[in-house]
Nanobody, 122 residues
């Protein structure tokens, strides 16, 4: 079993930054592709970013490209999401996820964290 725990969410003004972290325990972290998704109230969960096991392949949603950076530290079993130039529309619960495929599809991921709230005020 794999457990994922997100942290780093909070309230920030528009234009500000936050860094989310996701600590992974259980099976070998380095074998998994990792992703971040988000879900705003009344909306479906949507893809934000994904990174393969080595960090050599990275994908972003168009809405966050150039503002967010996903990275991972396999020695620390942790994946990060650096979020800069935040906008009110980035407000959502952000979920960390792990799977075998580096993908933007929610269904390709097997393990999910409990989520962390990010609120961006205007």
């Amino acid at each position: 079993q794999v457990q994922l725990v997100e942290s780093g969410g909070g309230l920030v003004q528009a234009g500000g930054s936050l860094r989310l972290s996701c600590a992974v325990s259980g099976r070998t972290f380095s074998r998994y592709a990792m992703g971040w998704f988000r879900q705003a109230p009344g909306k479906e969960r949507e893809f934000v970013a994904a990174i393969n096991w080595s960090g050599g392949s990275i994908y972003y949603a168009e809405s966050v490209k150039g503002r967010f950076t996903i990275s991972r530290d396999n020695a620390k079993n942790t994946v990060y999401l650096q979020m800069n130039s935040l906008k009110p529309e980035d407000t959502a619960v952000y979920y960390c996820t792990a799977g075998d495929i580096t993908s933007s599809a929610l269904s390709d991921y097997d393990y999910w964290g409990q989520g962390t709230q990010v609120t961006v005020s205007s």
